[in-house]
């Protein structure tokens, strides 16, 4: 079955957070400078704006179903549990959203509280994610993380929550992290034992305030490399599946909605600056909130894309997993063969160590090879470089 006639995906953008991390390079506004009632009205105005989205975007599903709904920012969970309900049953409703789906909020750690956390999971949340980010106060503060982490307690509470997948978000090689100081981390994770966590190497995002303070260097990409090295290699020891560049998981809990971004499968984002692939055709809402408010209808730009452009982008993601991409997934997807002179590239690439070759008869999988993990964009720009 060809991906893009598979259950979608549901992605709602809540552009909202108290304050803004200075690693954040995404469209957000602060709260926490507003009137707790001007705050107030503001989200359940946006969350009356994402409603009635919902309504009218749903013929274009076109009846498909979505199995996964993810609340993502920002930060989600300034939304109350009453509007994260009312949003769910707008989703099965309105978009077909299924009895099982998949469905996750992000959380962070100064929102959380186990009676808050179980009214999102009465709600119908059934995966929290913690932005737990750094463990160590020094290390919050060197990256510009403002939400408050209140002690390790927090999060073996978060654990105690029943009835959840528990997922935690956690950044290796912020600047004086060292290998052993990532260790420690790691085998804390261990001890919390999340069933999924998002490990990140730092990355400087151009015009934030954390690029503008730190520049890269040797030394700080050959740290960071060991830092997360350290992380990979005692989550793997620890029955982690290191399933994507950035993501470890228990058997059973890969993130089934992140998945879809990776496999070049169907998705409909609602919200200000959310985007959307559906039909194998991408767009985008590029209004602000103000805009989106003040809009009663749906206002999407297309992202027109050629094929060349989709080849590309199905390898730079599907290169990311553990699994790879296999040539009969892409002529599945895009109707065609792998171009000839990527081939080439491909092969340059196994025999400099970077991705292995895996042939299955007349099929073959492309996946990186521990070297290439380390250097995945890298790989994806030289593996896609001649179809650019």
């Not at 991906?3 to 995404?26: E, M, T, V, W």
């Not at 199995?67 to 769910?88: A, F, K, N, Q």
């Not at 390790?152 to 060292?178: K, N, T």
């Not at 690029?211 to 890269?216: E, G």
Request: hydrophobic fraction near 40%.
């Amino acid at each position: 079955m060809n991906p893009q006639r598979a259950h979608a995906g549901i992605y709602l953008h809540i552009p909202f957070c108290r304050a803004k991390c200075d690693y954040c390079g995404f469209y957000s506004i602060p709260v926490d400078g507003m009137p707790r009632a001007e705050s107030r009205a503001l989200l359940a105005r946006y969350v009356q704006r994402l409603v009635r989205e919902m309504k009218l975007r749903a013929p274009s599903l076109d009846g498909r179903g979505a199995d996964t709904l993810y609340l993502g920012g920002g930060t989600p969970s300034l939304l109350s549990p009453e509007m994260v309900e009312r949003l769910i049953e707008n989703a099965q409703r309105e978009l077909g959203l299924l009895p099982h789906a998949e469905i996750t909020i992000e959380c962070n750690p100064e929102d959380f509280s186990p009676a808050r956390t179980g009214e999102y999971r009465d709600a119908g949340v059934n995966r929290v994610v913690l932005g737990v980010q750094a463990f160590r106060e020094v290390e919050r503060r060197v990256i510009g993380r403002r939400a408050r982490l209140a002690g390790i307690e927090v999060l073996h509470s978060f654990m105690d929550v029943p009835g959840i997948a528990h997922c935690m978000d956690y950044i290796a090689g912020a600047p004086g992290m060292d290998r052993v100081r990532a260790g420690e981390d790691a085998r804390l994770l261990l001890e919390l034992r999340p069933e999924h966590i998002s490990a990140y190497m730092l990355t400087l995002e151009k015009g934030t305030p954390l690029a503008a303070r730190l520049a890269t260097s040797y030394e700080l990409e050959r740290t960071q490399r060991e830092a997360f090295e350290s992380v990979m290699d005692i989550l793997e020891a620890g029955g982690y599946d290191h399933y994507e560049v950035s993501n470890f998981s228990l058997p059973g809990f890969e993130s089934r909605h992140n998945l879809k971004y990776w496999r070049f499968m169907p998705y409909l984002g609602a919200g200000a600056s959310a985007h959307s692939f559906l039909g194998g055709e991408r767009c985008y809402n590029a209004q602000t909130v103000e805009e989106y408010l003040a809009d009663e209808g749906v206002t999407l730009v297309r992202d027109e894309r050629s094929w060349n452009a989709a080849a590309v982008e199905l390898i730079m993601t599907g290169i990311r997993l553990s699994t790879g991409v296999a040539a009969s997934y892409f002529r599945e997807v895009l109707g065609r063969e792998i171009p000839g002179e990527m081939l080439r590239t491909l092969g340059a690439l196994e025999d400099e160590g970077l991705v292995l070759i895996d042939r299955e008869g007349p099929d073959f999988r492309v996946r990186l090879t521990r070297e290439g993990f380390f250097r995945s964009d890298e790989v994806a720009f030289r593996a896609t470089e001649p179809l650019l």
